[in-house]
Structures are given as C-alpha cells and as structure tokens.
C-alpha cells in the first residue's frame, strides 16, 4: 500500500511453543471465532511482545515510523480483543492519539468529524480452527487536511505487515470503499464492538451513559 494514494482469569490454555517453525507459540483451546473477551486477552497477553517486535522491524519507507514504535502510548479504545470479520478474520485492539481520543472515545453514529492529525492504530492476531495463534498486520489510519484526499473523505490508510514490511495495497476498495460503505455517516470510523469499547467519552460533561 502506497500512503501517496491515501488508503481509504482467563481459563484459556496456552502452551508456549519455541518451535522456530510456529510463528507465535501461542495456542488457544478453541478456535478464534469462539474466544470468550478473557480468552482473546490471554491470547494477545501471549502474543503482545512478538506483535510489537515484528512490526518495528525494518524500513517502513512510506510510514513514519514513530507511528509504529509510539502507537501503544496511545488511549486504549478496546478493552479486550475483539473479532473482526472486515479484517481477515482477526481480533483487533484499537487505540487512538491524543488529537483524536476524545471525538473516537465518543463512539457517536453521526455526524462525526475527527481532527487534522488524528491516528487511529489496530494491532490484530489470528486464531484459526486449531487454536493456533498467529500476529496480523498493524492497521493505521492517519486524518489529513480537508481536499488532501477527497476519495477517501481525507483519511490516508496505511499498514504494516508483522514482520515489519509495509504492506501495498489498493487503499481505495481494500480499505476506503469498505470504510465508507459501512460507516461513511460517521465519518468513515470502524469502531470496535460495543462489548470491547473502552468507557466513552461523555459528549458534555457528566457520566457516560
């Protein structure tokens, strides 16, 4: 993916495998699409070094690096991993920078419009019928000056595969068109579901609700 065509307790048994032929080492007792939010965190607790490890590996050419290395200094827009069907499948923690927390941490369905210098990060593993965990790519989206990108509402998509490599995509219908498609009444924001949200930000004031 080129970011100059902005894209669009746990009861969880997990062996530590130190195999070099199993990728992660990680294994859940049941596969992904079954995982309870304690499962899905143990598998991420599991994994969480190797995630970060694999995606600050290496040259990100077109993505700025400190996006990757600083991403998890970010506020926490999940509070567990949560499956995510759009994104191959995998379990997605979603996190937000300071520009950008209090408008996302709000989870509005409408009328929705995030500051210039937004960043939204998602780390994602995958867990397939076996229980074998494996690390998925770090999705990013960056917001940018209004007419920067107007096929993609001014959202750049970027992501980095885990071993670090930029992945190259076409951003507009891998990334945009779904992103539009299905949440274009708020601004395009894909949110995590509403059993993993992180506690929302009151719109003025008070408690949430």
């Not at 499962?39 to 995630?51: F, H, R, W």
């Not at 539009?180 to 601004?187: H, S, T």
Request: include cysteine; hydrophobic fraction near 40%.
């Amino acid at each position: 993916m080129r970011r100059l065509l902005p894209m669009a307790g746990a009861t969880l048994a997990l062996l530590l495998v130190t195999s070099a032929a199993q990728a992660s080492g990680c294994i859940a007792s049941k596969p992904g699409t079954g995982l309870s939010a304690d499962e899905a965190s143990a598998v991420y607790d599991c994994l969480k070094d190797a995630l970060l490890d694999g995606y600050r590996q290496g040259d990100k050419r077109w993505i700025p690096g400190d996006y990757v290395d600083s991403f998890r200094l970010w506020e926490r827009a999940s509070r567990n991993p949560a499956f995510s069907p759009a994104h191959g499948g995998r379990h997605l923690l979603t996190y937000v920078n300071a520009a950008g927390a209090r408008d996302y941490l709000r989870f509005s369905d409408s009328d929705v419009t995030m500051p210039v210098g937004t960043l939204i990060a998602a780390e994602s593993f995958s867990v397939d019928e076996r229980g074998r965990a494996q690390p998925g790519p770090l999705f990013l989206m960056e917001k940018v000056e209004p007419g920067r990108s107007p096929q993609t509402d001014d959202w750049f998509y970027m992501a980095v595969a885990p071993n670090g490599s930029p992945m190259v995509m076409d951003v507009i219908s891998a990334c945009s068109a779904c992103h539009q498609g299905r949440f274009g009444q708020r601004g395009g924001l894909g949110y995590p579901p509403v059993e993993a949200r992180a506690v929302p930000v009151p719109a003025s004031g008070g408690q949430p609700e």
